[in-house]
């Protein structure tokens, strides 16, 4: 189940097993989470009848045994052990419905037998992970537990080996072929393990005799270390085995991983044994049931198990006959939701092709690959786009395990549980897009609980861009995966509810915090989240640092945040009045220190300083509309440090344009300034590079400067006049500024540009004067065009419509 198992690989008893003369166990080598092993083990224990079963895991999880019976628990879930000390470091061992172990443990349970783990203690597995620093790699060997790798090599891929030995190339197909495909009922129940653990013998005598062990997929490729460790594992399940011989005389069965089956059958001292397992590095650990996702079994790294089809697998465990046909439904099914069109005869068509292609391949049953080549041929008219839809809802799916109340879990697990109940906010593996409308109750506590996750590193909702640009709503993107369980975990540590251990984590990130901006972003976190008693220290620490702090840079970046938590604020009902304070002692710093801080700057400094003069200008226009004593006058010195700008030379051009830009649109600035402003810089005595970083300041960085240019033929005459005048040698110079700059504007306005300058500046004066050739660049107001659309204009405001509006109903109808 865990550890550098041999993945697809089979053993049994054979000769001697369970309930006959010698008493020797009965050994069920499995392919982990292979459906055609689960049903195997399930005949096998059926035929047996063994006083108690074994199964490869962690012993520190016999305990928890009794709750796989649990009505509740749904999977795949997975064992989870972690280090007392350090929760981060941890282990999963994942099972599905389809996973061996997970059907010997339920077979157990339904017959009234012993269960037990026999695998080494995790308690010195997260201890050797420790001393090897793999702190973020769970479950040993999930990432080598998988057939059909590249690896030729016995070890790294023990099927590869059998199925070039029966001559075949593809060893994933080929086990699917012999044990996958096999029905219930098919032969002697014990015959696969016989041969399987006759071939597993052979190729660990041809690797190097039975003492080596394999190369741990999990181990980073550290062949002798894995080699060592796996003798200490087995030497470990030797000793169980035998003491379960002892007190069971109804015989034993041992589930495992078939690569152990004949080292478990070797026959070694009992001093021997011992002596592996003497001394062993150890760790505190605690373990619990988590859920599980199909989408985490199938990934070969990280988390995962390495099957790259468990959905595909759930079928086949689950159907009781004619699974290609019963495959191929769920596929037109699943199409036909996307309205597709899937009828029945596609669905016979489907299966045809699929059986006539394992016929032409000399496959006893249609496997994966026949049927998704016949669904692409036949359901999707050979295209790969909808073919990706069922491979990632019904290949690999989305299921979500589930495990009982009653499970072990830290405090703070058992709060979030509490809480997602109480807010019906209930975990999913698929992403999900979540609007939230603050005004109401229940939105607003999921918004606080989602907010105080992420103050706690987890991550199980990130923020979206919103529909509506009001403050009271919030749209977050959330998709539940099973590490979650280990983050949640790791800010056990904090507190044992998320409300305190997200307040505790929050006023120790103020200490570390590096930086003032840093600190401003944790008192917005703090107010999204409804901290209080967190807010108070870290406006402490914002009002030292902030006081502290000289570089413009730095307090222009604060900025922007300290007046978005204003707003927050204003929703959420939080007394924001201390950040008032701080945000307008930080602008009046700003204001004083930005003229000279824009002085000097190279290219990419000035670019940088045009998103803070941006971002201060946002939030100055913030700032003012909220009431708070010593703010009334910002407005007027932002602007005045904007004209100062605008006027010096040794100020970059992109800043100077941004400037004049921002006095425009708020109408602090008259058209014709504006106008003689852009003369002047783009006159011939200014160098041209100048002149283009002018210009991007103007109408660049996203800032509708494009409608600008197209609605004022004054500037636009300036820009073509100046460019059509750029001298030869430094045209080059310009252009890439140039195009940036203008590739930024709509398609639509980069074509209305485009006709203006192909019409000419004569033609351009004819069009702005007479008001023809281009609809809205008339020089006054068209009354007419829009008066028409106040009766819309009204209907959507639902109020009722004016006389006159009836009128122009009635004209237009």
């Known amino acids: 189940m865990t550890g550098t198992d041999r993945a697809g690989s089979g053993g049994t008893g054979g000769p001697g097993g369970a309930g006959e003369s010698g008493g020797r166990p009965l050994l069920l ?39 796989a019976a649990d009505e509740d628990m749904r999977p795949p879930v997975a064992l989870l052990a972690h280090a007392v000390d350090e929760p981060g470091r941890s282990a999963f061992w994942p099972l599905a419905e389809f996973s061996p172990e997970w059907v010997a443990v339920r077979w ?95 190729l660990r005598e041809t690797d190097g005799g039975e003492d080596d062990g394999e190369e741990g997929g999990g181990q980073g490729g550290e062949g002798g270390v894995a080699d060592a460790r796996d003798l200490v594992r087995e030497a470990h399940m030797r000793l169980q085995v035998r003491a379960a011989q002892r007190e069971f005389a109804q015989g034993v069965a041992v589930v495992c991983g078939a690569w152990h089956v004949p080292a478990l059958r070797r026959r070694t001292t009992v001093a021997a044994d011992r002596a592996l397992v003497k001394g062993l590095p150890r760790t505190k650990v605690e373990m619990t049931w988590v859920p599980w996702t199909h989408r985490r079994l199938s990934r070969a790294g990280g988390y995962g198990a390495g099957i ?16 290609v046909e019963r495959w191929l439904t769920k596929v037109a099914g699943l199409l036909r939701e996307e309205d597709r069109i899937v009828s029945p005869a596609h669905v016979i068509e489907a299966a045809r ?55 072990p879990a830290v405090p703070l697990q058992r709060d979030l549980t509490r809480i997602q109940r ?150 959420r009902g939080t007394d924001t009045g201390a950040l008032a304070g701080i945000a307008a002692g930080l602008a009046e710093r700003v204001f004083v220190g930005l003229p000279a801080a824009c002085a000097a700057l190279d290219a990419d400094a000035a670019e940088e300083m045009r998103g803070h003069v941006d971002a201060v200008h946002t939030a100055v226009g913030l700032l003012g509309d909220a009431p708070a004593p ?46 003689r402003l852009m003369g002047l810089v783009l006159s011939p005595g200014t160098p041209p590079a100048d002149a283009a970083a002018w210009i991007e300041g103007f ?15 004054r500037l636009l005459a300036l820009v073509d006049a100046w460019l059509t005048g750029v001298p030869a040698d430094a045209f080059t110079d310009v252009l890439p500024l140039l195009r940036r700059t203008f590739s930024a504007f709509e398609p639509g306005v980069r ?11 004569e033609a351009r004066g004819r069009v702005t004067t007479a008001g023809s050739g281009i609809p809205g660049f008339a020089p006054g107001l068209d009354t007419e065009r829009a008066d028409a659309v106040l009766p819309v204009v009204r209907l959507l405001l639902g109020r009722d419509p004016a006389p006159d509006d009836n009128d122009l109903v009635r004209a237009d109808t």
């Open 308 to 323: 790259e089809s468990p959905g595909w697998y759930g079928h086949l465990f689950a159907a009781a006959d004619r699974p």
């Open 29 to 67: 080598g499995v392919r982990h989470h292979g459906p055609g092993s689960a049903r195997a083990v399930r005949a096998a224990l059926d035929a047996v009848r063994p006083g108690v079963v074994l199964v490869e895991g962690p012993p520190e999880a016999d305990a928890l045994i009794p709750l």
């Open 108 to 202: 157990a349970l339904e017959h009234d037998v012993p269960a037990r783990f026999i695998d080494l203690p995790a308690t010195h597995t997260l201890a050797w992970r420790a001393a090897d620093d793999h702190t973020d790699d769970p479950a040993e060997g999930q990432a080598g537990d998988r057939p059909g790798s590249a690896s030729p090599d016995v070890r790294g891929d023990p099927l590869a080996a059998l199925a070039a030995a029966a001559g075949h190339d593809d060893p994933e197909r080929w086990w699917e072929d012999v044990i996958e495909h096999r029905g219930p009922g098919e032969g002697d129940v014990l015959a696969p393990f016989t041969a399987v653990e006759e071939a597993m013998t052979a």
């Open 751 to 761: 074509r209305g540009l485009g006709e203006l300058a192909r019409r000419g500046p």
């Open 422 to 571: 109480r807010l019906r906010l209930r975990p999913e593996p698929a992403e999900r897009e979540l609007e939230l409308d603050l005004r109401k109750e229940t939105d607003a506590g999921r918004s606080r609980l989602l907010h105080r996750l992420r103050l706690l590193g987890v991550g199980w909702g990130a923020p979206a861009a919103s529909r509506s640009t009001g403050t009271f709503r919030e749209t977050w993107r959330l998709r539940w995966e099973p590490e979650l369980s280990v983050r949640v975990a790791e800010a056990g540590v904090w507190g044992t509810t998320v409300l305190s251990a997200a307040t505790a984590r929050a006023e120790a990130d103020a200490v570390t915090a590096q930086g003032l901006a840093e600190v401003t972003a944790l008192a917005e976190r703090c107010l999204l989240a409804e901290l209080p008693d967190a807010l108070s220290p870290v406006m402490r620490i914002l009002a030292d640092r902030a006081a502290l702090d000289t570089d413009v840079g730095h307090l222009a970046q604060a900025l922007p945040a300290l007046v978005r938590s204003l707003r927050y604020g204003d929703v």
């Open 353 to 407: 092709l699929a059986e006539t292609l394992a016929v032409i391949r000399g496959r006893p049953l249609p496997g994966l690959s026949e049927t998704t080549e016949a669904v692409r041929a036949v359901m999707c008219d050979g295209s790969d786009v909808p073919l990706a839809l069922v491979h990632d809802r019904l290949v690999v799916g989305d299921v979500l395990g589930e495990v009982p109340a009653g499970a």
């Open 699 to 713: 109408v660049g960085g996203g800032s509708g400067g494009g409608m600008l240019l197209l609605h004022d033929d």
């Open 630 to 675: 010593g703010r009334g006058d910002l407005g007027p010195r932002w602007r005045a440090v904007l004209r100062t700008l605008s006027a010096r030379d040794a100020v970059p051009g992109i800043v100077r344009g941004r400037a004049v830009r921002l006095l425009l649109d708020d109408g602090e600035l008259a058209p014709d300034e504006a106008a």
